[in-house]
């Protein structure tokens, strides 16, 4: 691939983003990114990672580790991403994202990182281990970002304030050398970007949640999702409406459309005068057939371990390939003396 400033009509645009193995994906992560990435990869050139070396922020037990990291891959591929079309793969094993994480550090200041809401949040949220790793995951996700050029980033709404970050060290390299990153924008879907969590609407859904009332992970039963819906959090109100306050149904119906279709004025047409036992059946439905073919090839996917193994190599050798030659230019406009 050839960077944007020598060839900018030569490429199409380039899409990369990354999940963390950090837990069991939830309803969250599949409606607010996985959903898009699979339309926005027949249209683009598409990378996807497993973001390990991210993951390691919080401390995890390395069995469940292990674990975790190939169920995360086997899920690219139930999402129906295609690894001949797209490059699968496992950013630990391509070292030049350690590598470009590093030298864009001494790019980027202690001031701006101070500022990231997702380490004020984690560092409350793991006061024993606020470790450096945590106060520099944006700069670890800027270099997964500018290694590949990547145009677009499709993410979860959480996730805007680590894209322009990524886009400031971008700029400021490209001002202090020359073009040497392409700028990358987010792309944040109109539904699903924030999907809340069913016992504290007020906090995003969340696999690391230490109560998993809280979230539906993609691999929940279908019994374990109608539980977990018919026991969400709503109000005293009774009526299926959107509005301010009503954080639980607004939550609610916002994983109905995005399941459905159905916009908020149909869904409030539909339920009126119907009780929110009727909405939650209605909801865990619909979330139970979003999900099955889902988990259904994902456990395909997980019962072959050899043909993930086959996968993130063949994805950790094209993305090497990419990543290599962006790490190299930005080795040379350093000034760094290349073996
Ligand atoms: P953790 O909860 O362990 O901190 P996470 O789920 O927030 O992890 P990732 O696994 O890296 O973080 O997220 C993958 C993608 O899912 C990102 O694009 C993120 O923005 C999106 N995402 C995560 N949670 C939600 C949510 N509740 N609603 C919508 N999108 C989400
Ligand atoms: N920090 C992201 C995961 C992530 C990512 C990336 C997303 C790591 N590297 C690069 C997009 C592009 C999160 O969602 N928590």
């Known amino acids: 691939m050839d960077t944007p400033n020598t060839q900018p009509e030569a490429r199409k645009k380039r899409i990369l983003s990354c999940i963390q193995p950090s837990g069991i994906p939830t309803l969250g992560n599949y409606l607010g990114a996985l959903k898009n990435w699979k339309t926005l990869a027949d249209e683009f050139d598409g990378a996807f990672a497993v973001a390990d070396l991210h993951a390691i922020t919080v401390r995890q037990d390395p069995a469940k580790f292990r674990q975790q990291i190939q169920q995360v891959l086997a899920l690219l591929l139930a999402i129906g991403l295609d690894p001949e079309q797209s490059i699968l793969f496992i950013q630990s094993h ?26 004020k949040d984690k560092s409350q949220s793991h006061a024993d281990n606020v470790n450096v790793g945590l106060f520099a995951y944006p700069v670890l996700m800027a270099a997964d970002i500018l290694l590949y050029q990547a145009d677009l980033v499709p993410v979860g709404a959480d996730q805007k304030q680590h894209l322009e970050i990524a886009r400031d060290i971008a700029n400021r390299f490209n001002t202090l050398y020359s073009p040497t990153f392409t700028i990358p924008e987010p792309y944040i879907g109109k539904q699903g970007a924030r999907v809340m969590s069913l016992q504290s609407p007020d906090k995003k859904m969340s696999k690391s949640d230490p109560n998993p009332k809280g979230y539906i992970s993609v691999f929940d039963a279908p019994e374990v999702i109608m539980k977990k819906i018919k026991s969400a959090v709503t109000d005293s109100e009774g009526c ?3 509005a301010d306050g009503k954080d639980g149904i607004n939550n609610l119906m916002s994983i109905y459309s995005c399941c459905t279709g159905l916009s908020d004025a149909q869904i409030e047409h539909d339920f009126q ?3 929110y036992g009727d909405f939650k059946v209605a909801v865990a439905e619909a979330v139970i057939e ?3 073919p889902v988990r259904e090839k994902f456990d395909r996917y997980m019962g072959d371990k ?6 993130a190599a063949q994805g950790a050798e094209r993305a090497s390939r990419i990543a290599n030659r962006t790490l190299q230019k930005v080795m040379k406009k350093v000034g760094f003396v290349l073996p």
């Open 240 to 242: 299926v409406r959107y």
């Open 273 to 275: 005068g119907k009780g």
């Open 306 to 311: 050899a043909y993930l193994k086959d996968v």
């Open 290 to 292: 979003e999900l099955r």
């Open 94 to 119: 391509v070292p030049a994202h350690s590598q470009l994480a590093w030298i864009l550090n001494c790019y980027t200041q202690f001031g701006e990182m101070s500022r990231m809401t997702q380490f």
